[in-house]
């Protein structure tokens, strides 16, 4: 069977622990693949890699590094197919959304190929008689990145494409799920600097492991910084412990998203919107869209009935299928984690008017395929509302009133997303100014930012003060020095013991 081992210093390196994990093919329930749980002894290899890198890539200049990572995109590109199909093998997503997945994280490298411009510091020329002063933005060293099975390909391309561009060398934890793409992204890059004559082994690092590997990154002493994106409970953990032990951290957490749709949206571009944000993926995303919350019950009737016959024409099937809408969730577990979600709402009182928890995909019996569900009637009070379920299960929370809409989302504990359909531009405004959400979509039902822009959640749905890629991502990985420099002229003056002031 093949094994996944990690990639420390420029090469393949198997784990000497003794445990594995299993990865499936989703499609056919199937153990396809097993990677090997890594020690903090073998982290500490990687550490090691990464401290004699991470000093001479610093040094290569800015334009340089931009060139790396040019080629890596280019790299990325030629093998978008390959890459897809691999991702989709251990994932289960459909090919076209797996180079979705790559794309959104391309772009973040594409942002990173401008790492001269970002780096540039301030510069105050005579602030005070003879005097300058100017700032430079200098890499931590090594940064970490632990990163959920959902987007096996673009976050780990949002956080180590920021972080390496400015200078830092970086350890990759992917998903024990489906860490075969995390491996062949590192591979690529060290390609993409011997394209270039650089020799750019320990820049990028990729160990596999469960918890054991988790708290061994959160522990070491020489990793500076830690990215984590996964489900809430977990990102309080890891930022607690992680700025225990000094270091900067970002940990994003789950999301329960709702899409707010007024009376005068168009609804049948919002059912198209809401059908894709709900369903897509099997609904194992952060920035899906599992709530929607009608104003008015005209409206609600009416979009209920569109939502019910659009339920019906989609189509499920294996991740290979290009007419598949969605694919398998990722493993057995989560599909039962879903169905047992399903029976919560119902058990609760909610209306289930689509059951999708008796699907089976002809020919693919043993796949963990679950079909798409639909809720109406739910009530915030139900703890399959206030809960992530990450599944294709969308639920209508019906609203009297733009406020109370508004409040459903400001209040829930998670605040990742939100979206609001409708024509009223002042309506929109208002909505996106009041809020309490980190994203806004209007007439977007994903609003995932641009890789310039910054991508982060309010409440439970983010712990730390840096957002992911953009400029924040920039700050995040990077520490300023600022410089006041006075280059005196003639004999110099005695000492001053007293604080100096510009005068």
Request: charged share 20%; aromatic share 8%.
């Amino acid at each position: 069977m093949r094994q996944i081992h990690h990639f420390i210093d420029g090469a393949a390196a198997a784990s000497a622990s003794g445990r594995f994990g299993d990865v499936f093919n989703p499609n056919i329930g199937e153990v396809q693949a097993r990677v090997g749980l890594g020690t903090p002894d073998e982290l500490d290899l990687a550490v090691q890699s990464a401290l004699r890198a991470q000093p001479a890539w610093a040094a290569v200049n800015p334009q340089r590094r931009a060139r790396v990572m040019f080629e890596f995109k280019r790299l990325l590109e030629a093998n978008m197919q390959s890459l897809a199909e691999l991702l989709s093998s251990e994932h289960g997503k459909v090919i076209a959304d797996s180079k979705g997945d790559i794309q959104r994280g391309l772009e973040v490298i594409e942002f990173a190929c401008g790492v001269p411009h970002l780096l540039k510091g301030e510069y105050t020329e005579g602030a005070g008689p003879g005097i300058d002063v100017y700032s430079m933005r200098q890499p931590l060293g090594i940064a970490a990145g632990i990163t959920p099975f959902n987007f096996p390909a673009m976050i780990p391309m949002w956080m180590s494409g920021v972080a390496i561009a400015v200078g830092n060398a970086f350890i990759l934890k992917p998903s024990e799920r489906d860490p075969s793409v995390p491996v062949r992204l590192a591979e690529m890059f060290m390609q993409a600097g011997a394209e270039l004559g650089l020799d750019l082994k320990g820049v990028l690092n990729v160990v596999q492991g469960d918890k054991v590997m988790v708290d061994a990154i959160l522990d070491h002493p020489e990793i500076a910084a830690v990215s984590f994106v996964g489900s809430s409970d977990i990102a309080q953990y890891v930022y607690s412990r992680g700025a225990a032990a000094g270091k900067r951290v970002q940990a994003m957490g789950g999301a329960k998203n709702h899409g707010i749709v007024l009376p005068d949206a168009d609804l049948d571009q919002v059912v198209r919107d809401i059908s894709g944000a709900a369903f897509g993926s099997a609904g194992e995303r952060c920035m899906a869209l599992p709530v929607v919350v009608p104003v008015g019950e005209r409206t609600a009737e009416a979009l209920r009935e569109k939502l019910v016959a659009e339920i019906a024409s989609l189509k499920v099937g294996v991740s290979t299928d290009e007419g598949a809408h969605y694919g398998p969730v990722v493993n057995a577990a989560h599909r039962k984690k879903v169905s047992d979600y399903i029976q919560m709402g119902v058990d609760e009182g909610a209306e289930l008017v689509v059951d999708g928890r008796d699907f089976r995909l002809q020919g693919f019996e043993k796949g963990f395929f679950i079909g798409p569900s639909f809720f109406d009637r739910v009530a915030p009070e139900m703890k399959s509302y206030q809960d992530e379920i990450f599944g294709p299960v969308l639920q209508m929370v019906r609203a009297e009133s733009f406020d109370e809409a508004l409040a459903l989302p400001s209040r829930h504990a998670y605040g990742n997303g939100t979206a609001i359909f409708t024509r009223n531009g002042r309506a929109a405004r208002e909505f996106a100014s009041r809020v309490n959400v980190g994203m806004v979509g209007i007439n977007v039902p994903i609003p995932v930012p641009l890789a310039y822009h910054t991508f982060g959640g309010w409440k439970r749905s983010a712990f730390g003060d840096a957002n992911q890629h953009g400029m924040d991502g920039v700050r995040f990985y990077t520490k300023v020095k600022t410089v006041t420099a006075r280059w005196p002229e003639g004999e110099v003056e005695d000492s001053a013991f007293v604080i100096p002031t510009m005068r």
